[in-house]
């Protein structure tokens, strides 16, 4: 493949002040757009994980969505999501979990994970990490055999990679 990391890295686009002043958030979807750099994120991503023996990938809502099932369908795996309050029509295990600026929660079907699962938990980005830990956490009530966690983007000096459980393994693809 004739794709560069640093060809995927600049096909992000930078929007200054958003969602509020001072943020300078990290648009994946320009990558996304490109079949060729779409096409090689997924390739990379997969290949990082093929030996792992993921049976489940989870995508955190909802940008996680985009490349979560489809890293699954190149996994072989299933896939699973993990919703914003409200979402999901059957019984849940809930987590909250504070933000930059603010408190949310996450949700997940009582019935999407077995123990002999080997979980890789994606999203797209990387920023304080509170949002992952809480996918972490609602993973591990399910007692499954191994978490992974992926994401596309990590903002390096956010360090949010130092709030992320020890124990769980966290590759990202593209760090600013």
Do not use: A, C, H, Y
């Given at each position: 493949m004739?794709?560069?990391i640093?060809?995927?890295?600049n096909s992000i686009?930078?929007?200054?002040?958003?969602?509020?002043e001072g943020i300078q958030f990290k648009d994946v979807s320009t990558a996304f757009k490109d079949k060729r750099i779409f096409k090689y994120i997924v390739s990379e991503i997969r290949n990082h994980y093929a030996g792992c023996g993921i049976t489940k990938?989870?995508?955190?809502?909802?940008?996680?969505?985009?490349?979560?099932?489809?890293?699954a369908g190149e996994l072989h795996a299933?896939?699973?999501?993990i919703r914003k309050?409200?979402?999901l029509p059957a019984e849940i295990y809930a987590q909250a979990y504070d933000l930059e600026y603010g408190s949310d929660?996450?949700?997940i079907h009582t019935d999407a994970l077995e123990k002999d699962d080997i979980v890789l938990i994606h999203d797209d980005l990387l920023a304080t990490g509170g949002t992952v830990n809480a996918a972490i956490d609602l993973v591990k009530r399910f007692g499954?055999?191994?978490?992974y966690v992926n994401f596309f983007v990590e903002l390096d000096f956010l360090k949010g990679i130092e709030r992320i459980n020890k124990e769980v393994p966290v590759w990202s693809l593209i760090h600013f």
């Open positions: 004739d794709i560069t640093e060809q995927v890295r686009r930078n929007i200054p002040d958003f969602p509020k990938v989870i995508g955190i809502e909802s940008r996680g969505f985009i490349l979560g099932s489809t890293l299933g896939f699973i999501p309050p409200g979402k929660s996450l949700e499954v055999s191994g978490i």
